[in-house]
T-cell receptor, first 114, second 112 residues
Framework: NAGVMQNPRHLVRRRGQEARLRCSPMKGHSHVYWYRQLPEEGLKFMVYLQKENIIDESGMPKERFSAEFPKEGPSILRIQQVVRGDSAAYFC????????????FGPGTRLTVT | GENVEQHPSTLSVQEGDSAVIKCTYSDSASNYFPWYKQELGKRPQLIIDIRSNVGEKKDQRIAVTLNKTAKHFSLHITETQPEDSAVYFCAATPSNTGKLIFGQGTTLQVKP
């Protein structure tokens, strides 16, 4: 049973480009969460999705960031017109249901904006 | 919104000693409290969790206690080993949400 998969593991983008991060949840899991970890800091919630639905996006910056979890395929976190401050590790986690269920994390995507 | 405070930020112990990390949360309706271990450059790994209807849970050398009245929960590691060295994060789930609100992390160093 494969764990949570994320790709790419490392992504380098120049300022102004777009970054697209992908997350495939564990088999049987229908809930996906995205978290951001700045260097030397903790994890900050960004968005919570189920298939074809955004449940909670209270942690997402209002501009340039979007997320989706289509009926088929991985969840995508998209960052448009990246800036240096977007450089961070982006982790996704999945769970079989919503509240009070374990969340298992993927290996993360380390985004570097030059 | 929910806020989670974690202390200490760094903790150094001798191999074989015990380590205790403490967290407080602000939302009294929070109902799920996991602990994660993160080694350098790796993913956060769930090591133990506790739900609001339980006061204590133990798994081999690690245990978690929850005091709902004080809105306080703690991680206890006994007989520490060098491989326990990592950053540990507590988290809480606000009521009726799935998201995790994390503490700031504790860097644990176990000296051989």
């Amino acid at each position: 049973n494969a764990g949570v998969m994320q790709n790419p593991r490392h992504l380098v983008r120049r300022r102004g480009q777009e970054a697209r991060l992908r997350c495939s949840p564990m088999k049987g899991h229908s809930h996906v969460y995205w978290y951001r970890q700045l260097p030397e800091e903790g994890l900050k919630f960004m968005v919570y999705l189920q298939k074809e639905n955004i449940i909670d996006e209270s942690g997402m910056p209002k501009e340039r960031f979007s997320a989706e979890f289509p009926k088929e395929g991985p969840s995508i976190l998209r960052i448009q017109q990246v800036v240096r401050g977007d450089s961070a590790a982006y982790f996704c986690a999945s769970s079989p249901a919503g509240t009070q269920y374990e969340q298992y994390f993927g290996p993360g995507t380390r985004l570097t904006v030059t | 919104g929910e806020n989670v405070e974690q202390h200490p930020s760094t903790l150094s112990v001798q191999e074989g000693d015990s380590a205790v990390i403490k967290c407080t949360y602000s939302d009294s309706a929070s109902n799920y409290f996991p602990w994660y271990k993160q080694e350098l450059g790796k993913r956060p790994q769930l090591i133990i969790d506790i739900r609001s209807n339980v006061g204590e849970k133990k798994d081999q050398r690690i245990a978690v206690t929850l005091n709902k009245t004080a809105k306080h929960f703690s991680l206890h590691i006994t007989e520490t080993q060098p491989e326990d060295s990592a950053v540990y994060f507590c988290a809480a789930t606000p009521s009726n949400t799935g998201k995790l609100i994390f503490g700031q992390g504790t860097t644990l160093q176990v000296k051989p």
